[in-house]
């Protein structure tokens, strides 16, 4: 028994190493957004503030543009996240269960579009929106963010239904259900952890995404968070405590999706390198 | 695919030539036929519907695809032979390789190569390594395991923005220990600020990426892992094999697809991963942390120079079809071979 202690001692402690370096920098985060300003410099460097205060954040959401930022930023990605999941199982669903003649046409494109450099789209897209009316606004990401997301989505959803036997649709079928009914009372709710995955990946895909929101929206009404943020770091770059209590509110959305998918994402990804 | 086209419509053919003797007894027999002669005999409606369904359960995400990618792309490919500027309503025309030649003169865009390579090659070799380590730290149960999955893959959930601000805020000297910490170990001279460093610059963006990638990895690899067999381990136990046998000849050879794959895509995603260093350091200090990904947004976005822009994303989109092709066509040959 002696001997096992050795190693169950480094694995924890090189667990622990890992915990500290992914944890370390969201908690300076929090410190300094609960640092007072008087504090902020003559106590750069410790570990916790001798005293703690809520102003940066009270300040932030009364008299910042802030509260806009992470609303349009809530129905960018939320609205995102249905649009993609919806046409990510029709898609999926399709892959999974049909055999027809161009699917591995559809295939090589969805894979296309995942090897790419999406930057390269970022000027074409700008010249594309301009005279629809679709830059500056909330609208024109969603578009183009839901497009940016259907193919990993597709494939995403596609492996959730291949866990899915076929006789179950065929046998509503043989009892007289359409295809679609079947997929949608049937099959649909049997993946809703695959749709929950999916729901998850492309609210933080949208929530995250940067170089497209800086191009397409300028000014204040149609921003979302990351665009917000940057140009409240080159605005009010001595205001350390105020960013970074943003920075901590455009976190959290984040973080609890994340907490809320990630016991499915190791599960759904084992499934799919099984058959794989 | 032409042999099938051919094979529906003689079929039909087949069908209808058929029919006529059989008169009066048709709708008997056509009742008794098996499903595949009453298959044939469907109505044409339901017939194209059939062949359409398929279609119609993707057309939504094919012609969002094809509209908002598709089209872009090629779009772009034409930008980059013509003169296109934002705030010049002038421009627009047709100037053939001009754009290029400029490209091959310009020292921001060669050492952007440079600096692409550099960011890639340790961006991912640190990632890989790491996120393995992991991997195999996680794939054993133990008390909290749950928990402990759930922490130190946080970082995969945190917006790359936000990631990149936050470690831009850690190597300030103003409000971050990691200058401090650097000096007191003797690493630096004075705790200044990595990023405004030329020679060390790019090692700040490295560092952050490092952080927010190590998950991916461990994710993808801990999946794979779990997939192997268990009783795999237990009979090479049984017949003596120590954990580095186990390893080498159990783990490796089953991760071994998985690791190719996640490397090879990995590699061309954070090549064209510029979130981070625009949020960092912009590029900068003189351009010493510009990768080509970075240096195109860099061009439509501040000189807002559509054409010069999508002259360079051509270059980048030619040099990682050439590297796909380069790790693909060596594996397709031996395939062939075997």
Redesign the interface.
Known sequence: MRRSILPVFA?RL??LC??V???F??F??LK?SLTPNDL??SE??RMWPSRTTFEHYAFVLQHSAFPVFFKNSVIVSGSTAIAVTI??S??G???S??T????YW?VG??LL????????????????LTPLGLTNSLTGLV??Y???N??FA?FLMQSFFDGIPKDLEKAAMIDGAT?FIAFRQIILPLTLPGIAATLGFVF?AA??E??FA??LINGNNAAT??VG??TF?SKFSVD?GQ??AA?VM??IP??L???LI??Y??QG??A???KG | ?TS?QHLLPARLTATTAMMPPTGTILPMTTAFTSSHGRRTRKPFLAQLAD?A???L??A???I??I???????V??MS?AFRD?Q?LNPFSGGFVGLDHFRTLSQDKAFSGALKNTLWWTGASVVLQFTFGL??AL??DKP?RGR?M????????????????G???A??FNP????LP??LFALGLIDQPGNLLSDPHHAMWGPIIANV?WG??FFA??L???L??IPRDLYEAASIDGANWMQRFLSITLPFLAP?IAITVL?RT?WVS?F??LI??MTGGGPADRTQIV?SY??TQ??KALD?GY??AI??V??VL?IAY?MLIILPRQTLLNKG
């Open positions: 694995h090189a667990i890992y915990i370096f992914a944890l920098p969201l300076w985060l300094v902020l410099y750069g460097v046409i990510a029709l898609s669903y399709a892959l269960r049909f027809f003649r161009t699917k559809i494109l969805m579009t995942q090897m790419f450099p999406l930057v390269m789209l970022v000027a074409p897209i700008f010249k594309i578009v183009v839901t497009a940016f259907v193919p597709t295809r933080t929530w995250s940067l170089l800086l191009m968070f990351p943020l940057l770091v350390f960013m970074m920075g455009a976190l984040a973080a999706f994340f907490l990630q016991r994402l190791v990804l084992t799919g390198a099984v | 695919m099938r062949h369904e398929p279609y359960y993707s939504p995400a094919l969002l695809i509209t908002v990618m598709l089209v872009p792309l779009l772009g930008y296109i934002l380590i992991l730290l996680l133990f749950g402990v999955q759930a922490l130190v893959f946080l970082p995969w959930a945190v917006p790359s923005f936000l990631a601000l936050n470690w805020w850690l103003v409000i971050g220990p401090h910490w952080w190590i998950p994710i993808t801990l999946a794979a779990q997939s998985t895509l061309v064209n510029a979130d625009v949020v990904a195109i947004f439509a976005f559509f822009a999508s994303a051509l980048l989109l990682l796909s």
